[in-house]
């Protein structure tokens, strides 16, 4: 099979049928092999009764729905999980990403041979203040921080190669940051192709500017993942040993003072450097028994699904 296009949503069921048509003549013009898989994320609407009827009538149509709503990042990975394709499409389901770019990220990555080629929405139909000045701000400080050199980290529309998909684990809000997790991943072949956004056409985003908030405590996670997640003791015991060092210099600093240079001086519990070395050695212990204990939970972690399945269609 040539390509897989995976589509989460959530209550977007004025678009589907749009959607699916568009992609399904696309797909037809260029004579590819192809299927479309919906993750429905607990819409409330009949979002699940579309993907239904298209599931029924179009063999190349899968669906999953989910109990409730558990995220992008959740149904990104179950439509991963399932994907066939040699490369696999990423795109949103409002109709602000637009089909026709599809075979161009798959020839771009089929020809030259790359395993990620993301998006970037260059212009924007977006609120300047709302979305897009927010997002330049955000997307600069992935690109400082993860060494990625992309300018649109969240755009939807995104091609892979099937093997990068069954190799990274996209979980909590990682959605954002899913170049960053193909990069620590080992895939090093990473593009850009500038693509077509936009306007709404139907409904509401579903995304409100607690996104940029809960996108930047991400960026620090995954920083720190991307560093430290498969050495944890690197970090906090590194940590610990300086603050350690700190303590044990103070403790031997007002030890000497008081034994050989000022013995009549005040006592070691009324000065602050007691309490300084005291804190410094306590923070010190505190940090190797977290790194420990990181350490620890690394080596028994068990791969626990994030989400629960309602029902299926045609899988």
């Known amino acids: 099979m040539d390509i897989s296009v995976v589509i989460p949503l959530l209550n977007e069921q004025e678009s589907l049928q749009e959607l699916y048509d568009w992609i399904a003549t696309v797909m037809q013009s260029n004579r590819f092999s192809y299927e479309i898989i919906f993750i429905d994320d607990g819409s409330t609407d009949t979002s699940w009764n579309t993907i239904q009827a298209l599931a029924s009538t179009d063999p190349n149509v899968k669906g999953i729905r989910f109990l409730k709503n558990f995220g992008k990042s959740q149904a990104l990975h179950a439509g991963f999980q399932l ?27 089929k020809g030259n041979n790359a395993d990620l080629v993301s998006g970037w929405k260059k212009v924007r139909y977006d609120s300047v203040l709302a979305k897009n000045l927010p997002s330049k701000l955000f997307n600069w400080a992935a690109r400082r921080t993860s060494g990625v050199n992309l300018h649109d980290f969240n ?40 693509v077509k956004h936009q306007a709404r056409k139907y409904g509401t985003t579903k995304f409100g500017m607690e996104r940029f908030i809960n996108g930047f405590l991400d960026l620090i996670t995954i920083w720190f993942l991307s560093k430290f997640g498969k050495q944890p003791m690197h970090l906090f015991g590194a940590l610990g040993v300086i603050m350690f060092i700190i303590g044990f210099g103070f403790a031997a600093y007002i030890g000497i003072d008081k034994l ?28 190797f028994i977290a790194g420990f204990l990181g350490e620890l939970i690394l080596r028994s972690k068990k791969q626990e699904k994030r989400y629960k399945v309602l029902e299926t269609a045609n899988l």
């Open 83 to 109: 994907a066939n394709g040699n490369v696999v499409i990423t795109m949103d389901a409002d109709l602000q990403d637009n089909p026709e770019e599809i075979p161009e990220l798959y020839k771009q990555i």
């Open 155 to 194: 755009c939807g529309l995104k091609a892979y190669k099937n093997t990068v998909v069954k190799s990274i684990d996209v979980h909590g809000e990682m959605h954002r940051y899913i170049p960053v997790l193909v990069k620590n991943a080992g895939f090093t072949r990473i593009e850009e192709r500038v």
């Open 260 to 287: 050989f240079i000022n013995p009549h001086g005040r006592l070691i519990a009324l000065r602050p450097q007691f309490y300084i070395s005291l804190i410094a050695m306590v923070i010190g212990t505190q940090l």
